[in-house]
C-alpha cells in the first residue's frame, strides 16, 4: 500500500464544494457498456489500470481526482461480482486482486471523504487560503484519534476487524504464526507480514535470541525487526488456552513465546506488548477467506533447470540425507533391580510351633480339612507408610477385633529408622496353627510304578541344559537342526556401518567441491578480467543489487572469514547433515566470488550464480530485482553461512535459571549448553553474548540470561542533527524499567511486578558489526534518520565501559575497516561502502563495479549505515588458487 508522504504539496481545489465533486460522473460515455460486455477477468485488469491511476493522483496531492478514481474501483468491483463467471476467479489470484483494490479504495475514500470536506470548509471560512500546516493538522487529526482509540480498547485479544481497522489507519503489523496444525493454510494480506515460526521450538526456557537461531532461516530476518512494526499479533489455531483469570498457562507454547518477544528479548523489543489474535486461525478464516492462501511453500528455481549447476544441485539433495543411525540388537538390557523401600525387622519366633489340642477328625481322608500353610505375606506383612501408623489412641479403641479359633496374634517390633522418631504401635497378624505331623517314617516303599518312571525320564531330558543361541540382527536364527551339540556356534560378523557414512561424507564433498569450480568457471565467463590489485575488484549491479554488492564487499574484507571460506578450507566445516542449511551450497559459492576478488584477475565480476543460489537456497524475496535493505540481506547470509558450518547436528535446547549469584560459574555452564546448541565459526568470528539480570522492585529477587547477537542495532536520537556513536551505545546499555503491561513475573511473588533490567556485554566478538538504525516505520512507510554520526576511524574505539564488572578481562579496543553507506529512500536510494584494503591499508570507496581510491577524511557522513570493526590487526597475504 503506497501511503502519501506529509512533504507532499496537495493541488488547489477544482470544485466549489463536496457536493458538486460527488456529482460528477463516474465513467466516460460508452465505457459503462463496455464493461457489462466484458468477462469478469478483464473488468478487475481494466480496475487494476484505474487503481494504478488512482494511487497516482493520491501520492500526487490530486485529492479530487483520486477521489473520482477510486469511486470507478470500488463501482467496479460491484460489477465484476455481479458477473456470471466470478465465482471462476473469487479465489484465484485475480479474484484477491480485485478485493485488496476494494479494501484500499474504501479506505482512501473514507479518508479523502474527511480530508476534502474540512478543505472545502475551510477555504470557504478563509476566502479561499488555506494553509499547509493546518491542512496537515487537520488531515491526521481523525487518523489520531482512530489510532489513540484503538491502542486503548485493545486488551489481550484482537478481532480479525480490529486489525483490519488497525491496518487502515497506516499501521505496520508483524504476525507470527505458530499454528501447530496449518493444513497448508496461510493468512495471505498485502499489508499483513508474516512469520512462521514452528511450535516445537518453543520449549521451556526460550529466549528471543535462541527462538531466531531454531526458526527457518527464511523467517529470521522478520523476527529480527521486530522493533520496526507497530503491532505484533501472535496467532494460533484458536484462542490460547488461559486461566479462569485469564492468564496465560505458564508452560503453553503462548506463554513461552510470549516471554521470550518481552521478558527475554534485548535484542529487537517491540513497540508494545504483542496481542493474540481472538478466535486464531480459524475466526480469520471465517471472517475473511478471501485473504487465505492455500499455496504451499515450494523452492523456487532461478537458473535454466538443464543447466550443469541445476543438475548439480538435485543431486546434492537426493543424495545428502541424514545419517541413519542402527540400534545394537546384542544390548541385553537388565530388568532394574527391585528394592524394598522399608525392609521388614527381625521377627520374634517360638522355638516350637504352638499347637493347640487336637480336634477329632472324621474317620473319611475326603473330609479332612486341608490347612493352609502360612505365606510371606502373612509372616512379612508389608510395612506401612508412615502416614498410614495408628497412634496409641486410635489402636486401644479398637478393641472389638478378636482373633478366631486356631489362629495365634504374633507381635512385630516397630522398625527402627533413620527418620524422625514417630511412635510405632506393634502390628499383630493372624498366623494359623499348624495341624498335627503324622510320623510316615514307618510306612513300607511302593515300587516304582512305570508311568513314573516314564516320566522321570522326560523330566530328566526337559531339565538337561540347551545350548546358547544367539539374538542375530533381524530377528534371525541358525537352523541347529542338523548341527553337533559340541560344534561351538560362532557369532557373525556386525557389519561396519561408519565406513558406509564415511564413503558417503566422501562423495559429498565432492559435490560441494564440483559446486565450488562450478561457480568460480561462471565468473571466468561472465566477468570484466584484467590484472588488478588484490581487493580492488568490484561487483556488477544485476538489477537494484546494490544492497548485495556492499555487504559482500564488507564480508570480504572481514579477515576472519578470509581465512574459513578460501578452495582449502571451506568444505572442512561444511555439515551436510544440517537440514537447515543448504548443503554447502551458498558456502561453495561465497567461497568462489571471494577467492576471485583476491586472485587479482579480475576488473568486476558479475555474481549471477551466487544470486541465483541465494534466491533458490536462503531467501526468493530479496533476489526479486527490488530495491531491499543490506541490513537484512546480511542476517540472511550469515544465518545461511552459520548453518552450513554449525557443528551441531541435534542442538539441545535448554533453560537458564541463573539468579545471578555466581555470575562466573553462570556464565561457564551456559557456554557449554550453548556450544551443545549452536556451534560455528561463523559464531566465533561474529557473535556478541551479552548478560541482562532483572531484579523485582518488591522482592529484590534476581533473574539472569545470557543472550547472543551478530551486531548491535542502535537507535538514533530525534529531534536532532549531530550525535555521537558512543553516546547511541550508552543509551543502548542503560537500565530499562519493565512496568505496565511489560511487568516481570517474578517467581518468588508469583505475580507480575515492576522490575529493572541491566543488560551489558559479557563476551566481544573478534568482529563487531554496529548496524544504525536510520530507517523506522512510520504512517505505513519506511522514515529515514539522516542526522550525522561521528564515530572512530583513524584510532581504536573502547568498548570497555559497556562490559559487566564481573566479565572476564578481554581485548576491548577495535579498529574500523568497513562501512555501508546509504544515499536517498529505502524505496528510491543506492547504497555503497568503503572498504580498508587489509593488504594496501588503502581506504576504497566501491559503487557497484567502480573502485577508487578516497581520503579517510571523507568517511564520516549522514550515510553511514553499517560499521564494522575489527580488533585484530589486519595481515597480509591470501592462500592463492
Not at 208 to 219: I, M, N, Q, S
Not at 378 to 393: N, Q, V
Not at 692 to 709: A, H, K, N
Request: with cysteine; aromatic share 10%.
Amino acid at each position: 500500500m503506497v501511503i502519501q508522504s506529509a512533504d507532499v504539496m496537495r493541488h488547489p481545489l477544482k470544485y466549489h464544494n463536496f457536493e458538486e465533486l460527488k456529482e460528477q460522473d463516474l465513467f466516460e460515455p460508452g465505457t459503462s457498456i463496455r464493461l457489462k460486455n466484458m468477462d469478469c477477468k478483464r473488468v478487475i485488469n481494466f480496475m487494476q489500470s484505474v487503481f494504478e491511476k488512482a494511487e497516482l493522483n493520491y501520492r500526487n496531492g490530486e485529492h479530487e481526482d483520486a477521489f473520482l478514481l477510486y469511486k470507478r474501483v470500488a463501482h467496479m468491483c460491484d460489477m465484476a461480482r455481479g458477473k456470471r463467471d466470478f465465482h471462476q476467479v473469487e479465489r484465484s489470484p485475480d479474484g484477491r486482486l480485485m478485493f485488496t483494490m476494494f479494501d484500499t479504495s474504501l479506505r482512501k475514500l473514507t479518508e479523502l471523504h474527511d480530508n476534502l470536506k474540512e478543505r472545502y470548509e475551510e477555504r470557504k471560512n478563509n476566502n479561499g487560503t488555506l494553509t499547509r500546516s493546518s491542512s496537515a493538522q487537520s488531515r491526521m487529526s481523525t487518523a489520531s484519534r482512530k489510532t489513540e482509540e484503538l491502542d486503548y480498547d485493545f486488551g489481550m485479544y484482537i478481532k480479525p476487524k480490529e486489525l483490519m481497522r488497525f491496518i487502515s489507519t497506516k499501521k505496520s503489523v508483524l504476525v507470527i504464526d505458530y499454528r501447530s496444525m496449518r493444513e497448508d493454510e496461510n493468512l495471505c494480506y498485502q499489508d499483513i507480514a508474516v512469520a512462521q515460526v514452528p511450535i516445537n521450538v518453543l520449549n521451556p526456557g526460550c529466549i528471543f535470541a535462541g527462538l531466531v537461531k531454531t526458526v527457518p532461516v527464511a523467517e529470521r530476518g522478520k523476527l529480527n525487526r521486530l522493533s520496526d512494526y507497530d503491532l505484533v499479533v501472535l496467532m494460533e489455531s484458536t484462542n490460547p488456552p488461559t486461566y479462569r483469570s485469564g492468564e496465560l498457562f505458564a508452560e503453553s507454547p503462548a506463554s513461552i513465546l510470549m516471554n521470550a518477544l518481552t521478558t527475554y528479548n534485548t535484542i529487537s523489543r517491540p513497540k508494545r506488548r504483542p496481542l493474540f489474535l481472538d478466535g486464531g486461525f480459524d475466526n480469520w478464516k471465517l471472517h475473511y477467506p478471501m485473504y487465505i492462501s492455500a499455496e504451499t511453500q515450494r523452492r523456487y528455481s532461478f537458473y535454466d533447470s538443464n543447466s550443469q549447476f541445476a543438475e548439480l544441485l538435485n543431486q546434492i539433495r537426493s543424495e545428502m540425507l541424514p545419517q541413519v543411525e542402527y540400534p545394537d540388537l546384542y544390548e541385553v538390557k537388565k530388568p532394574a533391580a527391585f528394592y524394598l523401600e522399608d525392609q521388614p525387622s527381625d521377627i520374634k519366633r517360638s522355638s516350637s510351633p504352638n499347637i493347640p489340642p487336637r480336634r477329632n477328625v472324621p474317620s473319611s481322608s475326603s473330609e479332612m480339612q486341608s490347612y493352609p500353610p502360612p505365606t510371606s505375606s502373612t509372616l512379612y506383612p508389608k510395612t506401612p507408610s508412615p502416614k498410614s501408623f495408628y497412634t496409641d489412641s486410635t489402636y486401644s479403641n479398637s478393641q472389638a477385633w478378636q482373633p478366631r479359633d486356631g489362629y495365634e496374634v504374633t507381635e512385630f517390633p516397630a522398625q527402627a529408622s533413620a527418620e524422625p522418631r514417630v511412635h510405632h504401635v506393634p502390628i499383630k497378624v493372624i498366623i494359623p496353627s499348624a495341624p498335627p505331623l503324622p510320623d510316615r517314617s514307618t510306612k513300607p516303599v511302593r515300587p516304582p510304578s512305570p508311568f513314573k518312571m516314564s516320566e522321570a525320564r522326560d523330566q530328566a531330558k526337559i531339565d538337561k541344559p540347551l545350548p546358547r543361541v544367539p539374538s542375530l540382527q533381524g530377528g534371525a536364527r541358525k537352523d541347529l537342526s542338523n548341527s553337533s551339540s559340541s560344534r561351538p556356534i560362532e557369532r557373525p560378523p556386525t557389519p561396519d556401518r561408519t565406513k558406509k557414512w564415511a564413503l558417503q561424507s566422501e562423495k559429498n564433498i565432492k559435490l560441494i567441491k564440483q559446486v565450488y569450480l562450478n561457480c568460480f568457471n561462471d565468473i571466468q565467463k561472465i566477468s570484466r578480467t584484467g590484472n588488478v590489485r588484490s581487493g580492488y575488484t568490484g561487483l556488477f549491479n544485476l538489477g537494484n543489487t546494490c544492497f548485495m554488492n556492499t555487504t559482500l564487499q564488507a564480508l570480504f574484507n572481514t579477515p576472519q572469514l578470509q581465512a574459513i571460506f578460501t578452495s582449502a578450507e571451506f568444505f572442512k566445516h561444511i555439515n551436510e547433515l544440517n537440514t537447515k542449511g543448504t548443503k554447502g551450497v551458498i558456502s561453495a559459492c561465497f567461497s568462489a566470488l571471494l577467492d576471485s576478488v583476491w586472485s587479482g584477475k579480475f576488473i568486476a565480476i558479475r555474481p549471477e550464480l551466487f544470486l541465483n543460489a541465494f534466491a533458490s537456497e536462503v531467501c526468493a524475496d530479496l533476489a526479486d530485482k527490488r530495491q531491499h535493505d543490506a541490513q537484512e540481506f546480511q542476517i540472511y547470509l550469515l544465518n545461511a553461512l552459520h548453518e552450513d558450518t554449525n557443528k551441531v547436528t541435534k542442538p539441545e535446547s535448554f533453560e537458564q535459571n541463573y539468579d545471578g549469584h555466581d555470575l562466573a560459574t553462570n556464565a561457564e555452564d551456559y557456554k557449554a549448553r550453548q556450544n551443545r546448541f549452536s556451534s560455528s565459526p561463523i559464531n566465533d568470528v561474529f557473535n556478541l553474548r551479552t548478560v541482562s539480570q532483572l531484579s523485582c522492585s518488591i522482592c529484590r529477587s534476581t533473574s539472569v540470561t545470557f543472550e547472543e547477537m551478530n551486531q548491535i542495532s542502535v537507535e538514533l536520537p530525534q529531534g536532532t542533527y549531530y550525535s555521537q556513536l558512543n553516546e547511541c551505545l550508552a543509551k543502548h546499555f542503560s537500565d530499562i524499567t519493565l512496568a505496565g503491561q511489560n511487568c516481570w513475573n517474578c517467581p518468588k511473588c508469583k505475580k507480575p511486578q515492576i522490575a529493572n533490567r541491566n543488560t551489558k556485554i559479557w563476551e566481544l566478538p573478534p568482529v563487531l558489526v554496529i548496524h544504525l538504525k536510520r530507517f523506522s516505520l512510520s504512517g505505513g512507510t519506511f522514515v529515514k534518520n539522516e542526522m550525522t554520526i561521528d564515530f572512530e576511524t583513524n584510532g581504536w574505539m573502547n568498548m570497555e565501559p559497556y562490559l559487566h564488572s564481573k566479565a572476564l578481562k578481554q581485548k576491548s579496543t577495535y579498529s574500523l575497516y568497513a562501512i555501508t553507506n546509504h544515499d536517498g529512500t529505502l524505496n528510491s536510494g543506492h547504497y555503497t561502502s568503503f572498504i580498508r584494503n587489509r593488504i594496501s591499508h588503502e581506504w576504497l570507496k566501491f559503487d557497484d563495479e567502480y573502485c577508487t581510491a578516497i581520503s579517510p577524511d571523507t568517511l564520516k557522513s549522514k550515510k553511514a549505515f553499517i560499521l564494522y570493526y575489527t580488533n585484530q590487526n589486519f595481515f597480509s597475504g591470501h592462500p592463492q588458487l
